[in-house]
């Protein structure tokens, strides 16, 4: 196959309690793909909103078959969608593969969803009384500081970790042990054929797959009766990484607001109000995040916000920190401010990034001072890496570093001064529930 198909087709799910997991079944011209997501464990299998909820997952993760192609038409089959569900599905695919449209010079903006309409969804009944969050866990910054701000509003939470069968990241299970949480699990096994994507001819790039675990996380916290999904998504999140003829363009759409609104519509549309779906972090900047995380000491040994510590390749995977990465750049700057040289030295194993004077055009991109594209990456916007320079700067300690030195020099002859202060508040837009608003300025 190569070039764009003609028509991605939605086959259909299957729930399979006896051997504890749902199958997705996608075709593209012809060619048949099967996904299969397992939950280990007990499972509350028999409540209609396992339905509901594996629909959701069901029309979430065909973007990664879809994607071999691309093709211009995506047909529903029999699955019924409502207004909003389709118009929130077509934002899905556009938004969601908006930089693998990019990168791949692919105009997708005349996609259509083609598929048997319903007036209105009645929804399911579903109620978790006493039954805590359940939160999706990453090893790093965001999660973690999610898991403390939960655990110090309920004592029933859970963690949330999704892996191929067999399969374990040491910068996950780490922090994961030292929150004392137990650890809610899902095996996702993608179709053999994506992962032979070159051999085969297919397109090939980034998918919203913050969005894919997301529906699978619901799923699971309704086998496993939670009352919510609770994700680690900031305020930056929503901000994109690049315009293209008046277009944003977000490698973290499906950590934006725009994705966690549609998705809070999409389940209380099949499921009411008894599960909620929401970020504990939207309000929050990066840079108060990790003035947050900054007095959680306790984790500084293990976590990892890295993605060489994620590869699939585990021959290529690392258990440590990099130190080259735009990532890694973007963590050291973002928590320069409130950690001592020594403190980040010692994370970094002895290669904090802003001690490379090699780097600075690194630094100069994540602050906006270069005109090199905005790495596409889970960093922060340009105001946080520039309020996150300023503080690091002014640091007792940081005075000699060439690189904060260098970046703050030419902020200051440019007149660029960030707002810092607002930056450590809440600002914006959130779905926060009073019970878990750990922050007095959000109830």
Not at 61 to 74: E, F, H, L, N, R
Not at 297 to 308: I, V, W
Not at 332 to 357: R, Y
Request: glycine share 10%.
């Amino acid at each position: 196959m190569t070039g764009r198909g003609e028509v991605f087709q939605y086959v259909g799910f299957d729930l399979d309690p006896a051997r504890q997991r749902l199958v997705c079944a996608y075709a593209v011209d012809g060619r048949s793909f099967r996904e299969e997501v397992r939950f280990p464990g007990d499972g509350n299998w028999s409540d209609q909103a396992v339905i509901e909820a594996a629909r959701i997952v069901f029309l979430l993760t065909g973007v990664s078959y879809y994607k071999t192609s691309a093709p211009p038409v995506i047909d529903l089959g029999g699955h019924q969608l409502t207004a909003i569900e389709h118009d929130f599905l077509l934002s899905y695919y556009l938004d969601g593969l908006g930089e693998f449209a990019y990168r791949n010079e692919l105009d997708l903006t005349g996609l259509c969803i083609d598929g048997p309409r319903l007036a209105r969804r009645v929804p399911v009944t579903y109620s978790a009384p006493g039954g805590g969050p359940l939160v999706p866990f990453g090893g790093g910054v965001d999660s973690i500081t999610t898991v403390e701000l939960v655990t110090s509003r309920t004592d029933n939470a859970a963690l949330f970790v999704v892996n191929r069968p067999g399969d374990r990241f040491v910068a996950i299970e780490q922090p994961a042990r030292i929150t004392g949480l137990p650890v809610v699990r899902a095996e996702r096994i993608l179709d053999e054929q994506v992962l032979r994507s070159a051999e085969l001819g297919f397109l090939n790039g980034h998918v919203p797959v913050t969005g894919i675990l997301s529906a699978i996380a619901v799923l699971a916290a309704v086998l496993n009766r939670r009352e919510a999904v609770v994700m680690s998504n900031e305020w930056s999140a929503s901000v994109g990484t690049i315009d293209v003829n008046g277009r944003s363009i977000n490698h973290q759409y499906s950590k934006s607001l725009a994705f966690e609104s549609g998705l809070r519509a999409m389940i209380s549309g099949s499921m009411g109000d008894g599960l909620d779906y929401f970020s504990a972090l939207r309000p929050f900047t990066e840079l108060s995040i990790a003035r947050r995380f900054a007095g959680l000491t306790q984790y500084f040994e293990t976590f990892r916000s890295c993605n060489r510590a994620f590869h699939i390749d585990r021959t290529l995977r690392r258990d440590q920190w990099c130190g080259r990465c735009d990532k890694c750049c973007f963590i050291d700057l973002i928590l320069a401010p409130f950690l001592d040289q020594s403190t980040l030295g010692t994370i970094f194993g002895g290669h904090e990034p802003l001690n490379e004077p090699a780097f600075l055009e690194k630094f100069r991109i994540l602050t906006g001072l270069s005109t090199g594209t905005k790495p596409w990456e889970c960093v922060g916007d340009v105001t946080e890496c520039r309020a996150a320079t300023v503080l690091a700067a002014a640091r007792p300690g940081r005075d000699g570093n060439p690189t904060l030195r260098a970046l703050a020099r030419e902020m200051h002859d440019r007149g660029i001064d960030p707002p810092v202060n607002e930056l450590l508040h809440p600002i914006g837009t959130h779905y926060i529930p009073k019970r878990y608003a750990a922050d007095a300025l959000l109830v």
